[in-house]
Nanobody
Framework: QVQLVESGGGLVQAGGSLRLSCAAS????????MGWYRQAPGKQRELVAV???????NYADSVKGRFTISRDNAKNTVLLQMNSLKPEDTAVYYC?????????WGQGTQVTVSS
C-alpha cells in the first residue's frame, strides 16, 4: 500500500498563487509517477498534471503555463505550484501515485479562488 497526504490548499484571490504538497509513504518501490487531479462540484475528476519518474510531465491545457509539477526525491514529495489562479480553478485537488497495476489517492485538499 501507498499512503498520500496532501497539504497547502486554501482560499486565494484571483491572480494569486498556492503551492500544494503531497507526501508519499509505504511501498513506493513500485510507483512509476505521481500527479494531481481536481474535482469541482458537479463535475468529473480531471487530470491537472502528472510527473513520471522518467522525468516526463503532462499538463491539462487549462493550466499550461500557470501550474508546475515537481518532485522532491529526498522527501518522496510531489509539489504543484499554482500561479495566476482563476475562479475556475476552484476544486478539491487530489494527489495520486500510480504503478503499472495500481493507483492510490490522497484525501484531497480544497482550493478556492475568489473573484
Amino acid at each position: 500500500q501507498v499512503q498520500l497526504v496532501e497539504s497547502g490548499g486554501g482560499l486565494v484571490q484571483a491572480g494569486g498563487s498556492l503551492r500544494l504538497s503531497c507526501a508519499a509513504s509505504g511501498r513506493l518501490f513500485s510507483i512509476n509517477g505521481m500527479g494531481w487531479y481536481r474535482q469541482a462540484p458537479g463535475k468529473q475528476r480531471e487530470l491537472v498534471a502528472v510527473r513520471r519518474y522518467s522525468g516526463s510531465t503532462n499538463y491539462a491545457d487549462s493550466v499550461k503555463g500557470r501550474f508546475t509539477i515537481s518532485r522532491d526525491n529526498a522527501k518522496n514529495t510531489v509539489l504543484l505550484q499554482m500561479n495566476s489562479l482563476k475562479p475556475e480553478d476552484t476544486a478539491v485537488y487530489y494527489c495520486d501515485a500510480f504503478s503499472a497495476y495500481d493507483q492510490y489517492w490522497g484525501q484531497g485538499t480544497q482550493v478556492t479562488v475568489s473573484s
